[in-house]
């Protein structure tokens, strides 16, 4: 499989596409000048405790305040001050370490010397019906002190940003928190090490892991990511002593700082994409800009010379999202039905509470066996339904309406098409048996905007709501509130109402017998001015002219 990574930098947005065989599943945008906030950390001040919820609300600087639930609230403060005395007085540049929005491109297995959970990482669980990757939860013990007892109002506490705001909710907080590395994720507040699942390697696993446990500090433990592979015991203490020295610069940050405050930021969108997805199995990342192009290659020989020669700058004067066909498909992403080759199509629902995906075998009428059909379109379905997921970043509660199967071997084998498509998904997600009414139910971790919501607003007209009311319906209305406006008046021979030119034109053509009726009963008469000021379903009652 050919995969590129495509950096644009405009004017107004930082976009990055990654394309799988020419074909775009990952999309991230930022705003020029604004940084992600996810894996942001903060010094903030508990503004509100609500032993209801078990959470608290933190002001850490932004709009809104952060929700912090009592799992994720590590009350063992000690443990942030353990590092400054080990790691020294030495400064510590920050950049360009930092985050995409999600970890999810590592999921980790524990290791078994120590039971204690990554705050921010996908773990492997033991395997249950239905279940495609899952992480295990952490342990009641944690939490089970009131929060209210671990919590009081304005008291300064070490957080960091675990999902980005969404909408009209704030961010989500945790203080387990998470530095990425290059190679390696350092966790502060945990002692354990873990291991990415895409190692696959026995002997490679349990050299790096060795490698690890003996160059480790006493204080925190280690994620060893993907990109941890073949590397030598130098490269990884490297990666190690960095990480360690970072974090004793923020608790040392911490100490002078007021709250709220910046603590530690995350580094712009194209770093942080070379970090999280350029590797080996990239065969070649391009940039349209030679100021971020120069950063990356800077940081690509600081961190991985290796792949030096897979980036390019890209130079031509035809812009470099029109030149791999990306543009096309970001569109046909924010589209509510998508077409399957076979002819069939999803129609795709996003809602606040869950994402609706309806399956239909549209023009495909198949050959001869009805049930191979309907089981070739949910085949395809399934593939593209991930593909979906991936590409809009649809997260939370996902529920797919698949075409009824009445075979128990074809549901199974439509269950294991979905599970292998998930399994190329970097995001954590959560799989239930299908229903035999073809009903797939899953969750997928969201910690960032959704494409529509990067790209779209609500409809100023339909009010967010996809439809809006007819002009048949907005001209009734109308009438309707020519009524009203007569009873308020009183005995009045003209009533003169300025109204959007699309519902004048409908009520002087098939609306015309309706406005002449209403003015042989009102014994008045109806004047309609049009002007494009006012909405269709706005309307508006102006002075008469006076008579002659």
Not at 21 to 26: A, F, G, K, P
Not at 212 to 240: H, M, N, W, Y
Not at 314 to 335: N, R, T, V
Not at 344 to 365: C, M
Request: glycine share 6%.
């Amino acid at each position: 499989m050919k995969r590129e990574i495509i950096i644009n930098e405009g004017p107004l947005q930082r976009r990055v596409a990654l394309l799988e065989d020419n074909v775009l599943t990952e999309f991230y945008l930022e705003p020029a000048g604004r940084s992600n906030l996810a894996g942001n950390i903060y010094k903030g001040r508990v503004v509100r405790v609500l032993p209801g919820m078990q959470a608290a609300f933190v002001d850490i600087g932004l709009e809104k305040s952060g929700f912090l639930h009592a799992s994720d609230f590590l009350d063992d403060v000690e443990r942030f001050g353990a590092l400054v005395s080990e790691e020294g007085e030495e400064e510590v540049e920050t950049e360009p370490l930092g985050e995409l929005a999600e970890l999810e491109e590592d999921s980790v297995s524990l290791n078994t010397e120590d039971q204690s959970e990554s705050p921010s990482e996908p773990v492997s669980a033991p395997r249950r019906p239905g279940r495609t990757r899952g992480r295990r939860r952490r342990p009641f013990h944690r939490y089970r002190i009131p929060i209210e007892q671990k919590l009081k109002r304005n008291q300064e506490i070490i957080v960091q940003i675990a999902k980005e705001p969404i909408g009209d909710k704030g961010a989500r907080l945790t203080s387990f928190i998470s530095l990425p590395g290059r190679h390696l994720v350092y966790l502060p507040t945990s002692r354990h090490i873990a291991i990415s699942r895409r190692l696959e390697d026995p002997a490679e696993r349990e050299r790096l892991r060795a490698a690890v446990k003996a160059l480790k500090p006493p204080q925190g433990g280690f994620i060893i990511r993907t990109a941890c592979e073949g590397l030598s015991k130098r490269e990884i203490q490297r990666d190690i002593s960095f990480l360690t020295k970072l974090w004793a610069s923020i608790v040392k940050k911490a100490e002078t700082s007021p709250s709220p405050s910046l603590l530690y930021a995350e580094p712009d969108l194209p770093i942080r994409v070379v970090r999280d997805l350029l590797n080996a199995d990239v065969d070649r990342l391009w940039c349209d800009d030679r100021q971020t192009y120069d950063r990356i290659l800077a940081f690509v020989q600081e961190f991985m010379p290796r792949l030096r020669s897979r980036l390019a700058l890209y130079e031509s004067f035809e812009p470099i999202f029109d030149h791999f066909g990306i543009e096309q498909q970001i569109e046909k992403a924010l589209e509510r039905k998508v077409w399957l080759k076979s002819g069939g199509y999803l129609v795709i629902d996003q809602a606040e509470a869950l994402t609706a995906v309806d399956v239909n075998t549209g023009r495909f009428v198949g050959t001869h066996d009805q049930e191979e059909t309907v089981l070739r379109t949910n085949i395809e379905a399934a593939e593209e339904l991930v593909h979906q997921l991936r590409v809009r970043n649809l997260g939370g509660i996902i529920v797919a309406d698949f075409i009824d199967m009445t075979k128990p071997s074809h549901r199974k084998k439509l269950t294991e098409v979905l599970r292998q498509a998930l399994k190329r998904d970097k995001a954590w997600s959560t799989m239930l048996e299908i229903s035999r009414l073809g009903l797939v139910q899953l969750t997928r971790k969201r910690t960032r905007e959704s494409l529509e919501q990067l790209l779209t607003e609500p409809c100023p007209r339909c009010e967010g709501r996809r439809v809006v009311k007819s002009t048949a319906t907005l001209a009734a209305e109308a009438l309707r509130e020519v009524q009203r406006e007569f009873n308020r008046r009183g005995a009045v021979d003209m009533l003169v109402m300025r109204l959007n030119p699309e519902v004048a034109r409908y009520l002087y053509g098939p609306g015309a017998k309706a406005l002449e009726e209403l003015e042989k009963k009102l014994s008045v008469k109806i004047i309609l001015k049009s002007t494009d000021q006012l909405a269709p379903g706005q309307v508006e009652f102006v002075q008469a002219p006076a008579a002659a």
